[in-house]
């Protein structure tokens, strides 16, 4: 359900991986060119679809028998869209969150938001994460996820759909810890960016990266996520993909800002979802509920919306009061 980049991606990792797939989309132009030239030049151009996958326009045609719906709409509209949805979602199915961000207002992760609105088990709710950029895993480039949900039933069984030649996916039962390692990464990487914007090296990409990690374990813990999570693709893989990649929207983002674009002229210029930018005040929400310290989240935030300048929220970041390295967790 979306036909953005990553839900095409997925459309088409799901159908290579030898699944009946039927993707929906908003726009006619994009639906009828993935029926008729199997391509969706708008997100992915240049990228053959495979045959047999079908795109429509209309949702009860999309959900009509699926055993796994994938959601790949931005974050922040999930809930007025699955909403429409509800009444045509096949009773058995596995709920599939392919999103990366936590909802504004109700600092909700999306499987808590799809639980709630669709009425459904959590056990019936998996996520889909890692370092996946969408047009590297769309070339067929060697790629891996992992499949989280509570139920390791079907968390097994979103792996099988999911497995091919160039793709590999783990299982995990730690859905907070997935979905926090994807979302806030996003955050990093926008730090990331603003910081590759100012002209710094790997050597402080290295260090927001390394402290990234850190503040998302931080958050994890006492959201009663498994540390060990943190260190696989779900959180170290999927913030290093995102921080080091030039295709990376949060990244790219950051990098405008950095380079001495406004706010409002570099969201005229990015036409993708980059989750981080609203996800950042409700991960920083989430974070002062739960007295977690989360100074690179803070700084993005103020960059972005408390009038910040970009050289002073590095400069508070690198003069904080000393520290052992390891804290709070
Ligand atoms: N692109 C990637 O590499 C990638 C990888 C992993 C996860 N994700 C996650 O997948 C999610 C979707 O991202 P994407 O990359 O596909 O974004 P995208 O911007 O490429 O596509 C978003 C899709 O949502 C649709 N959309 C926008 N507003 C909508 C609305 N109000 N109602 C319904 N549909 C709407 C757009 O038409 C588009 O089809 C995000 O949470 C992102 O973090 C993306
Ligand atoms: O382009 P981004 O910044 O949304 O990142 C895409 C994926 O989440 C990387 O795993």
Redesign the pocket.
């Given at each position: 359900m979306g036909a953005g980049?990553?839900g095409t991606v997925v459309a088409k990792l799901l159908r290579d991986a030898g699944c009946e797939v039927t993707l929906w989309g908003r726009r006619a132009d994009v639906v009828d060119s993935v029926n008729e030239r199997r391509e969706n030049p708008d997100y992915l151009p240049g990228i053959e679809l495979p045959e047999g996958l079908r795109a429509t326009l209309d949702p009860a045609e999309a959900l009509a028998g699926a055993e796994f719906v994938a959601l790949a709409v931005p974050a922040q509209t999930l809930r007025e869209n699955l909403s429409q949805w509800v009444p045509d979602l096949p009773p058995e199915a596995v709920m599939v969150s392919l999103m990366?961000g936590i909802e504004l207002g109700t600092c909700r992760r999306m499987s808590e938001v799809i639980q709630e609105v669709a009425d459904v088990p959590e056990e019936r709710v998996a996520v889909f994460?890692?370092?996946?950029?969408?047009r590297e895993i769309a070339t067929g480039q060697p790629g891996a996820a992992v499949a989280g949900c509570v139920d390791e039933g079907n968390a097994r069984r979103l792996q099988a759909a999911t497995m091919t030649p160039y793709f590999r996916t783990y299982t995990s039962t730690d859905v907070i810890g997935c979905e926090l390692g994807?979302a806030v990464?996003?955050v990093v990487?926008l730090c990331v960016g603003m910081s590759v914007g100012l002209g710094f090296g790997d050597s402080t990409q290295a260090l927001l990266i390394t402290r990234g990690l850190a503040e998302i374990t931080r958050l994890g813990a006492a959201l009663g996520a498994d540390e060990h999570t943190f260190a696989g693709l779900a959180g170290m893989g999927?913030l290093v993909?995102?921080c080091m990649?030039p295709?990376?929207?949060?990244?790219?983002?950051g990098e405008n800002l950095g380079r001495g674009m406004t706010l409002e002229q570099v969201i005229a210029v990015t036409k993708?979802?980059?989750?981080?930018v609203k996800s950042c005040e409700a991960v920083l929400e989430l974070a002062r509920k739960h007295n977690v310290e989360m100074p690179i989240t803070e700084s993005v935030a103020g960059v972005l919306y408390h009038g910040m300048p970009i050289k002073e929220a590095g400069l508070s970041l690198i003069s904080r009061s000393p520290k052992p390295e390891r804290y709070g967790v």
């Open positions: 980049s990553w990366k994460c890692g370092p996946n950029l969408a994807g990464k996003n990487a999927d993909g995102t990649s295709l990376s929207r949060n990244r790219t983002f993708q979802t980059a989750e981080g």
